[in-house]
């Protein structure tokens, strides 16, 4: 096996270990339901061992290190691009603390029908939250 060649599939294998690492940082942060406002670091470190495995390619690390650099470059480019594609945009209140409610109708946690109508000349408290599952 020539040098370079191990090294491509030693860099292969290195940039899989950085996606990796940063994937289970990553899943253990959404476990605990503690996923962190400003993800630079993380996606940092993916797009790091994305670059890492494009390195890897570059080298020629024959058909073991390419396997494995090409696995790196795809999990790794994956989290930032998903990221850029989901970019959302702070949108400005509609409705004001104190306004009419505007009509609408949900299912409940028994999976009926509940209409907002039904809230009309009481005060209440409507609370929105994103589940995690």
Known sequence: ???LAS???????AALAVVLATGALWMQRI?????PKRRAGFLSAFGFGALLG???LASHPGWLGGAVALVAVVAGAVMPLLRLGSRQLAARPTVRVGEAMRAFVAVDDEGRAFDSVV???????????????
């Open 1 to 3: 096996m020539d040098l």
């Open 7 to 13: 090294h491509g599939t030693l860099l292969a294998f």
């Open 31 to 35: 476990r605990r339901v503690a996923v």
């Open 54 to 56: 494009v390195a890897a």
């Open 119 to 133: 809230l009309a000349g009481r005060p209440y408290l409507l609370k929105f939250f994103r589940g995690h599952w």
